[in-house]
């Protein structure tokens, strides 16, 4: 288990898009700045690590969970299927095959 920079929020602890005011915590971290991992693991590839749904949404990446990470278990390759982007092609939704990660393990 690591304990990494909130992506969500950026480490600040409050809810970046002032949705419910410029007081508010953030939804992801409860206002600490800082989330906790199962390592190992890797860059969330279906928001870019940002923690935020892909298409300029304000909305936890629901891959990640807002953390801009997520847990892989032993070796892994590149999705054959999303190409490592971790999106399904054509539909702008995580991709089935590695639901989001980029990546599948290996065989």
Same mark, same amino acid.
């Given at each position: 288990? #690591?304990?990494?920079?909130?992506?969500?929020?950026?480490?600040?602890?409050?809810?970046?898009?002032? @949705?419910? #005011?410029? @007081?508010?915590?953030?939804?992801?971290?409860?206002?600490?700045?800082?989330?906790?991992?199962?390592?190992?693991?890797?860059?969330?590839?279906?928001?870019?690590?940002?923690?935020?749904?892909?298409?300029?949404?304000?909305?936890?990446?629901?891959? +990640?969970?807002?953390?801009?990470?997520?847990?892989?278990?032993?070796?892994?390759?590149? +999705?054959?299927?999303?190409?490592?982007?971790?999106?399904?092609?054509? #539909?702008? @939704?995580? +991709?089935?095959?590695?639901?989001?990660?980029?990546?599948?393990?290996?065989?």
């Amino acid at each position: 288990m #690591s304990v990494i920079k909130c992506a969500f929020c950026k480490g600040i602890g409050k809810d970046p898009f002032d @949705l419910l #005011s410029e @007081l508010a915590t953030c939804q992801v971290c409860g206002g600490k700045g800082k989330v906790e991992v199962v390592e190992p693991a890797i860059k969330c590839a279906f928001c870019k690590a940002t923690g935020v749904y892909p298409q300029g949404s304000r909305i936890t990446c629901t891959v +990640c969970n807002g953390k801009g990470m997520v847990t892989v278990k032993g070796a892994t390759e590149e +999705c054959p299927k999303c190409k490592g982007t971790g999106t399904a092609i054509g #539909s702008g @939704l995580p +991709c089935i095959k590695c639901r989001g990660k980029g990546v599948v393990s290996k065989k």
